[in-house]
C-alpha cells in the first residue's frame, strides 16, 4: 500500500506553483529560454487563473504586459540589467533582496549578510534535508530562498505550521522590500512581481490562518 500525504491536495500542489513560479523569477534574470516557458500556453493558463483574484489582477496584467513585449536579445538584455541593478548591485538605488536587512531595520547599518538570519535559513533548509544549490551564491536568507522553501512545504506541512514560518519570514517585511522595488525599479517588471509577491503572500496567511482555525 502506499502511504498519503493528507497535504497533498490540489490547492497546495497550485500554492507551490505559485511560490516556485515566484522564486524563479527573483532568483535570476529573464533570458530566452524562461521567457518560452513564461510565455507558453501553459503559463498563460496560469497566470489566467492567478488574475481572477481582483487583488492580483493588475500585478498580473504588467507582468504579462512586460513579457509579451521582449521581442529582441536587447529587450532581454536591458531587463537583465534591470535585474542587475535592483538586486545584485547594493546601495541606495538598488532593492537587496534580503530577509535580514528587512527585519533588522533598527540595526541596518550594522546588519551583514551572511548573518543570523542567513544561518537560521540555513538551519531551517536543512530539517528539510535541503541546502542551498553550489550555482546560487546568495545568502540563505535570500528572497527566491525563502520562497523555494515555502513551495516545497507547502504539500508537506499542516497549516498552522506553514503559517508559523511564512508570517516572520516573509509577510513581515515584503511590503517594505515592495515598497523600495517600486521606488528605484527604472521599469515596470521587477515594481509588479514585488507587489505580487506581497499580495499574494498576505492573501495565503489569511487562508492559512482561516484554514488553521477551522480544523482546531
Given at each position: 500500500m502506499h502511504?498519503?500525504?493528507?497535504?497533498?491536495?490540489?490547492?497546495?500542489?497550485?500554492?507551490?506553483?505559485?511560490?516556485?513560479?515566484?522564486?524563479?523569477?527573483?532568483a535570476r534574470e529573464i533570458d530566452s529560454q524562461s521567457l518560452q516557458r513564461l510565455t507558453s500556453p501553459e503559463a498563460q493558463a496560469f497566470f489566467d487563473l492567478l488574475a481572477a483574484d481582483p487583488q492580483l489582477a493588475t500585478?498580473?496584467?504588467?507582468?504579462?504586459q512586460k513579457l509579451s513585449s521582449l521581442n529582441s536579445e536587447r529587450e532581454l538584455l536591458e531587463l537583465a540589467a534591470d535585474y542587475c541593478s535592483l538586486f545584485l548591485v547594493g546601495g541606495k538605488l538598488s532593492a537587496n533582496p534580503y530577509a535580514s536587512l528587512y527585519?533588522?531595520?533598527?540595526?541596518?547599518?550594522?546588519?551583514?549578510?551572511?548573518?543570523?538570519?542567513?544561518?537560521s535559513m540555513l538551519e531551517t533548509l536543512a530539517q528539510s534535508q535541503l541546502q542551498l544549490h553550489k550555482d546560487f551564491p546568495?545568502?540563505?536568507?535570500?528572497?527566491?530562498?525563502?520562497?523555494?522553501?515555502?513551495?516545497?512545504?507547502?504539500?508537506?506541512?499542516?497549516?498552522?505550521?506553514?503559517?508559523?514560518?511564512?508570517?516572520?519570514?516573509?509577510?513581515?517585511w515584503l511590503a517594505s522590500f515592495a515598497d523600495q522595488v517600486a521606488k528605484v525599479d527604472k521599469g515596470t517588471f521587477y515594481g509588479a512581481l514585488a507587489q505580487?509577491?506581497?499580495?499574494?503572500?498576505?492573501a495565503d496567511c489569511e487562508a492559512l490562518c482561516e484554514h488553521s482555525s477551522k480544523n482546531q
Amino acid at each position: 500500500m502506499h502511504s498519503t500525504n493528507r497535504h497533498d491536495t490540489p490547492q497546495n500542489q497550485a500554492r507551490g506553483k505559485v511560490y516556485a513560479l515566484l522564486s524563479d523569477l527573483f532568483a535570476r534574470e529573464i533570458d530566452s529560454q524562461s521567457l518560452q516557458r513564461l510565455t507558453s500556453p501553459e503559463a498563460q493558463a496560469f497566470f489566467d487563473l492567478l488574475a481572477a483574484d481582483p487583488q492580483l489582477a493588475t500585478s498580473i496584467g504588467q507582468l504579462r504586459q512586460k513579457l509579451s513585449s521582449l521581442n529582441s536579445e536587447r529587450e532581454l538584455l536591458e531587463l537583465a540589467a534591470d535585474y542587475c541593478s535592483l538586486f545584485l548591485v547594493g546601495g541606495k538605488l538598488s532593492a537587496n533582496p534580503y530577509a535580514s536587512l528587512y527585519l533588522s531595520q533598527a540595526e541596518q547599518a550594522n546588519t551583514l549578510l551572511f548573518g543570523e538570519q542567513h544561518q537560521s535559513m540555513l538551519e531551517t533548509l536543512a530539517q528539510s534535508q535541503l541546502q542551498l544549490h553550489k550555482d546560487f551564491p546568495e545568502p540563505a536568507d535570500h528572497i527566491a530562498v525563502i520562497l523555494a522553501y515555502v513551495a516545497h512545504q507547502a504539500c508537506q506541512r499542516d497549516d498552522a505550521s506553514q503559517l508559523a514560518f511564512i508570517a516572520p519570514n516573509l509577510n513581515a517585511w515584503l511590503a517594505s522590500f515592495a515598497d523600495q522595488v517600486a521606488k528605484v525599479d527604472k521599469g515596470t517588471f521587477y515594481g509588479a512581481l514585488a507587489q505580487l509577491t506581497k499580495l499574494w503572500v498576505q492573501a495565503d496567511c489569511e487562508a492559512l490562518c482561516e484554514h488553521s482555525s477551522k480544523n482546531q
